[in-house]
């Protein structure tokens, strides 16, 4: 397959390499001094003591690149827009598209059952509709990833979870395809798992109740999700939170499974810290603000989870990484 992987950084470098070594033609949208030694030296991912080398195609101008058979976004949510211009050179007749990012995806609303619960305005996530009007419901495909990695120099991407490394996918109407059994393959034979989800959204709220309440108390103390789990001076606020967080999912998935403070929890920065501590633009809608207002359309009263988002918000701004 032609595939091409949008937004090229930490993650979707190592499955540039995986799917690469797997045999596809992968090209890279990706920018900055991570392009430049990816042109001059070939892509790089390290698990543990491996490292393996691929030579890929990439550019900051997708013009460049072709039509693909399969695009793969790995933006972070706050970047998604860059699609508006730069996802139609690569796209052919039956280029699919895999939105794989945090929280709740501006397609959310697209396609959904007819059972499931009234969506919220979910405006903010695509403003001015200008993803709606260039990227048609037949060609999204939804993805959930679980991985951790970090680029550790300019074209060397590190894997940091090697025995959990998964990406999910689904049509966004939930339907079964040939498409995704295909796609599935692909990604197996490239060692990144994806097993079968029947709901898409199901999984998508699964890894959004750590997100949106965890990962952005991490963010307030500066701590890794474990810290946070294991800190006794947390210990009756984290159940509170994700109580809270629980009864928005199922408000939306009733199946999708609760998670507690027993749970496993990686002893790393989740992305949301990641991001405030380099001074990126911070996925503060999609993590934090989209979330409750599922809560509002649901009537829940969630005044733990609207506390940390109000001083989210507000460690965002003070620093100038959100303008929400």
Same mark, same amino acid.
């Given at each position: 397959? #032609? ?58 101008? +997708? ?17 998604? /827009? ?34 499931? =619960?009234? !969506? +919220? ?8 509709? *200008?993803?709606?009007? !260039? ?7 939804? @993805? ?9 120099? +300019?074209?060397?991407?590190? /894997?940091? $979870?090697?025995?959990? /490394?998964?990406?999910?996918? @689904?049509?966004?109407?939930? *339907?079964? $395809?040939? #498409?995704?059994? *295909? ?22 709220? $699964?890894?959004?109740? !750590?997100?949106? $309440? ?7 103390? @500066? ?67 989209? +979330? ?10 969630? =005044? ?21």
């Amino acid at each position: 397959m #032609r595939i091409c992987i949008f937004g090229a950084g930490a993650v979707g470098s190592h499955f540039a390499v995986r799917l690469a070594l797997a045999g596809h033609d992968v090209c890279c949208v990706m920018r900055g001094p991570h392009l430049e030694a990816v042109k001059a030296g070939g892509l790089k991912l390290r698990v543990g003591d491996a490292e393996y080398s691929a030579r890929i195609k990439a550019s900051d101008d +997708p013009a460049t690149l072709g039509a693909q058979d399969l695009v793969i976004s790995t933006l972070k949510a706050t970047a998604v /827009n860059s699609l508006v211009t730069g996802l139609p050179p690569l796209l052919g007749d039956d280029t699919a598209v895999v939105f794989a990012q945090n929280g709740i995806p501006w397609w959310y609303d697209l396609g959904l059952a007819a059972d499931h =619960p009234a !969506t +919220p305005d979910l405006g903010i996530l695509d403003p001015g509709g *200008r993803l709606r009007a !260039t990227i048609p419901m037949h060609r999204i495909i939804g @993805g959930v990833i679980f991985s951790s990695n970090e680029v550790i120099a +300019p074209g060397i991407a590190a /894997n940091l $979870s090697p025995d959990r /490394n998964v990406l999910l996918i @689904g049509e966004c109407d939930d *339907r079964a $395809s040939e #498409r995704i059994e *295909r796609l599935r393959a692909v990604l197996g034979e490239a060692s990144i798992a994806s097993p079968v989800v029947p709901r898409i959204r199901e999984a998508i709220w $699964s890894k959004l109740l !750590t997100n949106m $309440s965890m990962s952005v108390l991490c963010l307030l103390t @500066g701590q890794t999700a474990r810290a946070v789990r294991d800190d006794e001076a947390l210990r009756d606020v984290v159940p509170r939170l994700l109580d809270e967080a629980n009864s928005i999912a199922q408000s939306c998935c009733p199946d999708v499974k609760r998670v507690t403070r027993s749970g496993p929890a990686p002893d790393h920065k989740p992305s949301i810290l990641q991001d405030y501590e380099l001074g990126r633009a911070m996925e503060i809608d999609v993590l934090v603000k989209a +979330p409750a207002a599922f809560a509002r359309a649901a009537g829940l009263s969630t =005044p733990m989870l609207d506390l940390l988002a109000g001083l989210a918000i507000r460690q965002a701004r003070d620093k100038g990484l959100y303008q929400g």
